[in-house]
Each structure stands twice: as structure tokens, then as C-alpha cells.
């Protein structure tokens, strides 16, 4: 294994031939050697992820269309329940090949430039995970929290279950008690 390839998001095509037009399909499955997500919410190290994803050949590179399938866990950003969340996205992305991002004078680094015969899908995916995950995941969209005075979850709280709110103007006849 040379580093090229180490990664499993580094993708070798060279079994796609570089004429505009001439397509091939991949199905790559892998633990994912890092965790991909939000502090919330993430596809945790060592998950399963499934990449499916046809590579294209045009003009200036290779086109890749596909979807990463997996599934995330994370908390309830409410109550702090264990949550589970599918995560099934579309992803595409331009790799141009060396010679022509050399070329471009527009050339940046947001551009992705294939190494020899290499992708390296790992931002392209990690991008469309990250943007398919709420900012603030939730087990239910409903999700009432906790209650703020003993911190135990509204769902599970009776109806009419409330705290004394002690006004602190009254909190020096706390103790007071009638006869
Ligand atoms: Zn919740
Ligand atoms: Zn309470």
C-alpha cells in the first residue's frame, strides 16, 4: 500500500478512461478512519460508510456524482437523549486533472486536483454529511428539554409538575413558619 491510497476516501480511477464521456461506477465500504460531523451529532470512528458514486470523464478532469450512506449518533441538544440519525447524501465534485488546474488562472485551492489517478472523496463527503446534520439535532422536534429546576426531561415530568419560584424579596422570611 504506497500512501497514495492509505486513506479509503482516496479513490484510484485509473480504470476509467480519460475521454469525455466514458463513465464507471464504484460501491466502496470501509470503517471511516476518522469521525465525520458536528460536536452534537457525528458518524463515530471506525463506523461503517458506504460510497456509491460514478466518476465521469469531461474535458479538464473527472466529474464524481454519488451518495455516502451511513449512520450518525449523537445527543439531543434538549434533553441529552441518545439519538440515531441516517445519514443517506449526495455529493458531487470536480477533479480536474493536474495539467489543467495548472493552467487555470482562476486556479485556488478550493479546487480538487487528482493526483495521478487519485481522488481523495474525503472533503467532498465529509462536506456532505456535515451539511445534511442540523445545527441543533433534536431526538423529536417537539423535544420540550429538561426542566430547569431539577433537570429532569419535561416528557417524563407529570403535567402539573413545577417548582416554587422563591422570590428573593421573600427569602429572608424563608424559614419563618406560622404557629
Ligand atoms: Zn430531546
Ligand atoms: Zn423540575
Not at 461503517?48 to 450512506?69: N, Y
Not at 439531543?76 to 437523549?81: A, S, V
Not at 417524563?156 to 422570611?173: A, M, Q
Amino acid at each position: 500500500m504506497n500512501s497514495k491510497t492509505q486513506s479509503p476516501f482516496k479513490v484510484n480511477l485509473h480504470e476509467l478512461p480519460r475521454r469525455a464521456g466514458e463513465m464507471r461506477t464504484y460501491d466502496l465500504n470501509f470503517p471511516t478512519p476518522e469521525a465525520i460531523g458536528v460536536p452534537l451529532l457525528q458518524i463515530p470512528l471506525g463506523a461503517a460508510i458506504e460510497l456509491r458514486f460514478k466518476a465521469e470523464s469531461v474535458d479538464d478532469g473527472v466529474l464524481i456524482t454519488g451518495e455516502v450512506k451511513s449512520q450518525a449518533i449523537g445527543e439531543c441538544g434538549r434533553c441529552l437523549e441518545k439519538i440515531e440519525m441516517e445519514i443517506d447524501q449526495r455529493f458531487q465534485e470536480l477533479f480536474l486533472y493536474a495539467s489543467r488546474a495548472a493552467e487555470d488562472p482562476e486556479a485556488d485551492d478550493d479546487l480538487f486536483i487528482l493526483d495521478g489517478d487519485v481522488a481523495d472523496l474525503e472533503v467532498p463527503v465529509r462536506d456532505a454529511v456535515i451539511l445534511s446534520m442540523p445545527i441543533n439535532p433534536v431526538c423529536e422536534a417537539d423535544c420540550e428539554g429538561l426542566c430547569s429546576g431539577c433537570g429532569e426531561k419535561w416528557r417524563d415530568l407529570p403535567e402539573d409538575h413545577g417548582h416554587e419560584i422563591v422570590d428573593p424579596r421573600w427569602t429572608g422570611l424563608a424559614g419563618w413558619k406560622p404557629e
